[in-house]
């Protein structure tokens, strides 16, 4: 059972910014919503693999590490959180609330 993530006039509640916060402190889920809010239609999982083998710091990985480790704890853990939504056809895209934590971890203005 997930917990209401917004106040009556749309604005979200400061413990739950702080559990999603939270949620991003591992670096494959911050690279992760950071690659869902820049593209603009719903990814994949082999998408967001290939991002970050992409990356410097998950260059070494094995890619069906990556898959596993997306299935198993990063995209659920950011779901849980709020961050994301599972779309048609088993894609990922942000919520309004994950914008709004990517938004504010990075110090930018609030999302209208």
């Keep these: 059972m997930s917990r209401e993530t917004t ?3 749309g604005e979200f509640r400061a413990e739950r910014i702080d559990d ?3 949620a991003i402190e591992d670096p494959r ?3 992760v919503l950071t690659e869902l809010i820049h593209h603009y239609h719903p990814r ?3 998408d967001l ?3 970050l083998l ?3 710091e998950f260059a070494d990985a094995e890619r069906e590490t990556l898959r596993s480790d997306l299935r198993g704890e ?3 853990r950011m779901r849980e959180a709020g961050l994301i939504e599972t779309v048609e056809g088993g ?3 942000p919520t309004r609330l994950g914008i709004a934590v990517e938004n504010t971890r990075r110090g930018l203005p609030p999302v209208e």
């Design 49 to 51: 693999v290939e991002r």
């Design 20 to 22: 999603s916060l939270a």
């Design 29 to 31: 889920r911050r690279i």
């Design 44 to 46: 994949p999982i082999y």
């Design 7 to 9: 106040t009556v006039r």
């Design 74 to 76: 990063v995209l659920p």
């Design 91 to 93: 894609r990922f895209a």
């Design 54 to 56: 992409d990356r410097e």
